[in-house]
């Protein structure tokens, strides 16, 4: 039977990394990506996981938060949408990660590097082969880094070409996107053999042990189905624009269409939220811009950046 626990639901993701008893798939994680010159030994986490917070706000879970024992600040995230924000919310909040190191009076010398991680389950740089990405500040013409104080890595899952039969000479970050890629469609007797090291035999463990234990499977679930319902939204938002395109003759049948497909939005949105929907003759009576805010609203409500 398949293991049935993806990992990249974010409730599994921060099962896997964001616990202190979980620390060493963590720093095996940043290792992978990173490869630095010293591999990482410690890491604290920041803003552990607690699953009593994830209860009473099941659509609000930070991203993981770490500091290494050289000092170096850490920003973990899973992202199953390449939204195309994320190019200027990436470097918003690795710059934070960075600024906020500091409190007044302290020296410019105290700073140490902020890093980002960020694995897309989707492709946010279609004209690039590559799935691992990572930048720093430089000046790409003449190839002069600046600093390495700010970095950002992506990974974009969708990209590898995995061969099962090489998989066991991969490198580190090949065999985790690997994992979190496949793991909920493969057996455990499956990923054990084809992933044997101790790191993943652990990380299939946790994924086992979410499935197992009721609670945790409802959380899970519950996260799955909230991340399914947003896809179904942007699907049927996609829809809807197309519509609209269709009625783009005239410049009143444009108004009238663009109103139409927001109301759709809204109401769409409302019921995901498990909320009254609202009559579209009273969302009829409203401006287009007055909907496009309530729209940009829920929208932020059902699954916040």
Known sequence: MPLGIDPTVDYAFKKLFAVPENSDLLIHLLNAVIQPESPIVVVELLNPFNEKKFSEDKLSV???????????????????????????????????????????????????????????????????????????????ARKVQLSDCLQIHTIELPKYNFKED????????????????????????????LLPEKAFIKATGVMEMIGATPQQRAFYESRRKAELDYKSFVAAARQEERQIALREGRQEGREEGLKEGLIGQVRLLQDLLHEPVTSEADLMGLESEALTQLCSQLKKRLLPE
């Not at 989707?122 to 004209?127: A, Q």
């Not at 994992?179 to 053999?193: G, I, N, P, T, Y």
């Open 166 to 193: 090489s998989l066991g000479k991969a490198d580190p970050l090949v065999k985790w996107a690997f994992f979190l890629s496949h793991a909920a469609e493969l057996e455990v007797s499956d990923l054990k053999r």
């Open 62 to 140: 930070l991203d993981i938060k770490a500091r290494d024992s050289a000092g170096k600040w850490y920003n973990v995230e899973m992202q199953t949408r390449a939204v195309h924000v994320l190019r200027q919310r990436l470097p918003y909040y690795n710059s934070l990660l960075f600024a906020d190191q500091l409190s007044e009076g302290d020296g410019y010398e105290l700073l140490a590097a902020a890093i980002t991680v960020c694995f897309l389950n989707d492709v946010l740089f279609p004209g690039v082969e590559s799935p691992h990405l990572s930048f720093t500040l430089c000046d790409c």
